[in-house]
């Protein structure tokens, strides 16, 4: 049995749509016939080369790491106790930690130092009819939730990323009443991060930060309190008008998903006294900041990946309580590499979702 699958046959070249065997699922594994499969900025990454040193890719090779899908088939050791039946809605956990180290028995397995795989960094990914998962990496979903694959599939992703991500910053007590809090970069991650600052900023001032009036019109709409377009403009000029709407020329905490040098430079200037910046965006190899304002005012620096199990049951949770609003379009396998290029280039607001058949 054939499938068509979008695969890379080398770093910095288009993606090829192939017809290829479907796979066989392993003994603990679950083949999907895909429903949805997000695009996100990290794809593009993978194909430009960002990840060649710590994820290298066998080629040809299936990307694709927001999926969703029904189950088509069960492998020889699928325990009965699981109870998945051939056309349940399940949305992959893309995080396959080794289940051994330290980090998988804390629950983070998204932070593996045993031998963990990422799906679509490793394993066969989704931009295919279908693929093969580990059984105990399938989260199903109800009735009503799997009639729109479209929607669940980012929340591998975009949904989870920067719900991680504003946890810490909740939990190193830096959101509340009286405070401001700031999202850098309102595309897929953002989107969704603005909501989150609401939903677990326990009253906290929400300001959006973007480089176009249409991506702020979007973090309002997911209730972004402020929002401020920082294309071109100095530290000075952005504390200007952070002083205008907050009456503070400072934040106390920025979740940045961008991850750029400009970005996070910025972010750790706006940040006041003891203010923290979680960062999941992976725009630029490395940032730098001045020494002594990181020590001498206290600010702290979070690092944030992806998400693990719990997050991920989490934000579904969320999006199935309706508290989640989704910013998605629909595209096809077959426009996938100008899908891509616009996604390099920044000019995607919100997730693309590639819908299967």
Same mark, same amino acid.
């Given at each position: 049995?054939?499938?068509?699958?979008?695969?890379?046959?080398?770093?910095? /070249?288009?993606?090829?749509?192939?017809?290829?065997?479907?796979?066989?699922?392993?003994?603990?594994?679950?083949?999907? !016939?895909?429903? &949805?499969?997000?695009?996100?900025?990290?794809?593009? /990454? @993978? @194909?430009?080369?960002?990840? %060649?040193?710590? +994820?290298?890719?066998? @080629?040809?090779?299936?990307?694709?790491?927001?999926?969703?899908?029904?189950?088509?088939?069960? *492998?020889?050791?699928?325990?009965?106790?699981?109870?998945?039946? %051939?056309?349940?809605?399940?949305?992959?956990?893309?995080?396959?930690?080794?289940?051994?180290?330290?980090?998988?028995?804390?629950?983070?397995?998204? @932070?593996?130092?045993?031998?963990?795989?990422?799906? *679509?960094? *490793?394993?066969? #990914?989704?931009?295919?009819?279908?693929? &093969?998962?580990?059984?105990?990496?399938?989260?199903?979903?109800?009735?009503?939730?799997?009639?729109?694959?479209?929607? =669940?599939?980012?929340?591998?992703?975009?949904?989870?990323?920067?719900?991680?991500?504003?946890?810490?910053?909740?939990?190193?007590? !830096?959101?509340?009443?009286?405070?401001?809090?700031?999202?850098? #970069?309102?595309?897929?991650?953002?989107?969704?991060?603005? /909501?989150?600052?609401?939903?677990?900023?326990?009253?906290?001032?929400?300001?959006?930060?973007?480089?176009?009036?249409?991506? =702020?019109?979007? &973090?309002?709409?997911? *209730?972004?309190?402020?929002?401020?377009?920082?294309?071109? !403009?100095?530290?000075?000029?952005?504390?200007?008008? $952070?002083?205008?709407?907050?009456?503070?020329?400072?934040?106390?905490?920025? =979740?940045?998903?961008?991850?750029?040098?400009?970005?996070?430079?910025?972010? +750790?200037?706006?940040?006041?006294?003891?203010?923290?910046? &979680?960062?999941?965006?992976?725009?630029?190899?490395?940032?730098?900041?001045?020494?002594?304002?990181?020590?001498?005012? %206290?600010?702290?620096?979070?690092?944030?990946?992806? #998400?693990?199990?719990?997050?991920?049951? %989490?934000? =579904?949770? $969320?999006?199935?309580?309706?508290?989640?609003?989704?910013?998605?379009?629909?595209?096809?396998?077959?426009?996938?590499?100008?899908?891509?290029?616009?996604?390099?280039?920044?000019?995607?607001?919100?997730? /693309?979702?590639?819908?299967?058949?």
């Amino acid at each position: 049995m054939q499938m068509r699958a979008a695969r890379m046959h080398g770093y910095r /070249q288009p993606l090829s749509i192939d017809e290829v065997p479907v796979p066989d699922p392993g003994p603990d594994e679950i083949l999907l !016939k895909v429903a &949805a499969t997000g695009m996100c900025r990290s794809d593009y /990454q @993978l @194909l430009d080369g960002y990840f %060649e040193g710590p +994820f290298p890719v066998d @080629l040809p090779y299936i990307p694709g790491h927001e999926v969703t899908g029904r189950v088509a088939g069960l *492998g020889s050791a699928v325990p009965k106790s699981v109870g998945y039946s %051939e056309g349940d809605m399940v949305v992959v956990n893309p995080s396959w930690g080794d289940g051994t180290c330290r980090q998988c028995r804390e629950g983070n397995e998204n @932070l593996c130092s045993g031998n963990g795989r990422w799906v *679509g960094f *490793g394993p066969p #990914g989704g931009f295919a009819e279908y693929m &093969a998962v580990e059984c105990r990496h399938a989260i199903p979903v109800s009735e009503d939730a799997a009639k729109f694959p479209q929607l =669940l599939a980012p929340m591998t992703d975009a949904g989870m990323t920067p719900y991680r991500g504003m946890k810490k910053l909740r939990d190193a007590g !830096k959101l509340g009443p009286g405070r401001t809090v700031a999202v850098t #970069g309102i595309g897929g991650l953002g989107s969704y991060a603005i /909501q989150y600052a609401k939903l677990l900023g326990g009253g906290a001032t929400v300001v959006a930060f973007a480089r176009s009036d249409g991506k =702020l019109d979007v &973090a309002r709409e997911n *209730g972004a309190d402020y929002g401020i377009n920082v294309r071109d !403009k100095s530290v000075e000029a952005v504390q200007d008008e $952070l002083e205008r709407l907050t009456g503070r020329r400072t934040v106390h905490a920025i =979740l940045d998903c961008v991850g750029s040098e400009a970005s996070v430079s910025m972010g +750790f200037d706006l940040l006041g006294p003891e203010g923290a910046l &979680a960062a999941v965006g992976l725009m630029s190899d490395r940032v730098e900041h001045r020494q002594f304002p990181f020590v001498g005012t %206290e600010l702290s620096y979070l690092g944030s990946f992806w #998400g693990n199990h719990l997050d991920l049951v %989490e934000v =579904l949770s $969320l999006a199935e309580a309706g508290l989640v609003t989704h910013n998605v379009t629909e595209v096809g396998l077959d426009d996938i590499n100008e899908n891509l290029e616009a996604i390099g280039r920044g000019d995607v607001v919100g997730r /693309q979702v590639i819908v299967f058949d």
